[in-house]
């Protein structure tokens, strides 16, 4: 059973605009959120988070957005840049659980310029 | 500032081959510790935690062990690699509690 799921394995956006990023997640227990980026043969960079008592974190072009209500969250990159194409993963973790991440399987960006 | 040191970066090894991947944190003490697998075409699956010296929580069952002799050493090893071994291994390290995991650079194992 997946508990954090982002539906698209793929998304392609020109350079300049916006990349939106999605995931989802059936786990109610759930209160801190984070974005990685992964290029190919490294390991995963942290990029943004979320606590559960907000609905908006913003660092730089980075925005996450989280939808309790709907179980959702999304991040976005504004404008999104060729060195942003990357794999991004979703996790979440939830209190207590020495805060072990479940991750989704990816979403692979890419950047066109 | 701290770093992580994972080793080796790739390894090829014979099916029934023992294994044993290092991971070593630098400039912090009493790290959590974190094992995982990336296996081709899915996410990131934890295969193990600790929280302190010699304490080791397994969350899948599987063909590997870990151990953990110093508070920033976290050993990966198998007696019997299989072909499902093989996988992208990372190993990451955090403050404790819910705190921000940092990754190594990773070890693509192949098992043939």
């Known amino acids: 059973d997946q508990q954090v799921k982002q539906n698209s394995p793929s998304l392609s956006v020109q350079e300049g605009r916006i990349s939106i990023l999605n995931c989802d997640y059936t786990n109610s227990m759930f209160d801190y959120f984070l974005w990685y980026k992964k290029y190919p043969a490294e390991g995963p960079t942290f990029l943004i988070s979320i606590s559960s008592i907000k609905d908006k974190n913003e660092d730089g072009r980075f925005t996450v957005f989280l939808n309790k209500s709907a179980k959702h969250l999304s991040l976005h990159i504004v404008p999104s840049q060729p060195g942003d194409s990357a794999v991004y993963f979703c996790?979440?973790?939830?209190?207590?659980?020495?805060?072990?991440?479940?991750f989704g399987k990816g979403t692979k960006l890419s950047v066109k310029p | 500032s701290q770093t992580i040191h994972q080793w080796p970066a790739t390894l090829v090894q014979p099916v029934g081959s023992p294994l044993s991947l290092e991971c070593t944190v630098e400039?912090?003490?009493?790290?959590?510790l974190y094992w995982y697998r990336q296996a081709a075409g899915r996410g990131l699956q934890l295969l193990f935690y600790s929280v302190g010296i010699g304490q080791i929580s397994s969350e899948v069952p599987q063909n590997l062990s870990a151990s953990r002799p110093q508070d920033r050493q976290f050993i990966l090893s198998s007696k019997k690699l299989l072909l499902s071994d093989s996988g992208f291994y990372l190993c990451?390290?955090?403050?404790?509690?819910?705190?921000?995991?940092?990754f190594g650079a990773g070890t693509r194992l192949s098992v043939l």
């Open positions: 990451a390290w955090s403050a404790g509690g819910q705190g921000i995991q940092y």
């Open positions: 400039g912090t003490s009493n790290p959590n």
């Open positions: 996790a979440a973790s939830a209190k207590g659980s020495q805060g072990n991440l479940i």
